[in-house]
C-alpha cells in the first residue's frame, strides 16, 4: 500500500504544480491579471539533402567540387573549393593612430559584411609577428570573384595590407575543432 501511496502523491503534487488550465490560459489570467507573454517560433526542420543534390546545386552556381571516399573509413565527403586570401604586411607603414583604428574599424566592417552576405566563411589575424598577417577563407565560385571581394578591403585599398590567394579544397559542412 506504501508503494502506491508514494508515487501518487508524487504525481498528483505535478498536476497541482501546473499554471495552466486545459484552456491554456494561465492561473493569473484566470485572476484578471495581465500576464507577459513570450511567443518563441520554432525553426522548420532542416532540408535534408543527398550528396548528390547538394554536389549539383554548387556545380549550377559555378563552384568546382568532387566526391571522396575515405579508403579507411569508407566515410563519403564532398569537396569544395575555396579560395584562402593571405593578408600579407606591406611596405607602406601607418602614418598616425587616428588613421590606423580608422582602417581598422573599416577592415572589420568589411568582413562582417563578408560573413553576412555568405562569402567568407572564416577569418582572423595570426599571433605572430611575420610577414602575413592573417587569412580569409572566402566561400564563393571563382578565383576572380574572391580576388575582387578582399582586394575591396579598405585596408587593401589604402595599401596597408596585400593579399596573395591560393585555391583551397576542404570538404564541405565540416567545421574547426
Not at 508524487?10 to 498536476?15: A, K
Not at 564563393?140 to 575582387?148: G, N
Amino acid at each position: 500500500m506504501k508503494k502506491l501511496i508514494l508515487p501518487f502523491l508524487c504525481i498528483l503534487l505535478l498536476v497541482s504544480c501546473k499554471n495552466e488550465t486545459k484552456e491554456g490560459a494561465s492561473i493569473n489570467e484566470e485572476a484578471g491579471k495581465t500576464a507577459d507573454t513570450i511567443i518563441v517560433e520554432v525553426p522548420a526542420e532542416p532540408v535534408k539533402k543527398t550528396l548528390k543534390e547538394i554536389k549539383d546545386e554548387l556545380t549550377a552556381k559555378g563552384f568546382k567540387t568532387y566526391v571522396h571516399v575515405n579508403e579507411a573509413t569508407k566515410d563519403t565527403v564532398l569537396m569544395q573549393q575555396y579560395f584562402m586570401a593571405f593578408l600579407k604586411k606591406s611596405a607602406i607603414k601607418m602614418q598616425n593612430e587616428e588613421e590606423s583604428e580608422r582602417l581598422q574599424k573599416l577592415h572589420l566592417e568589411h568582413l562582417s559584411k563578408m560573413y553576412e552576405l555568405g562569402y567568407a566563411d572564416i577569418s582572423g589575424p595570426f599571433g605572430d609577428d611575420g610577414d602575413i598577417s592573417g587569412i580569409t577563407i572566402y566561400n564563393v565560385p571563382t578565383l576572380k570573384m574572391a580576388d575582387s571581394l578582399a582586394k575591396a578591403d579598405p585596408m587593401v585599398e589604402a595599401e596597408r595590407l596585400e593579399i596573395e590567394i591560393h585555391p583551397w579544397w576542404a570538404a564541405k559542412g565540416v567545421g574547426l575543432r
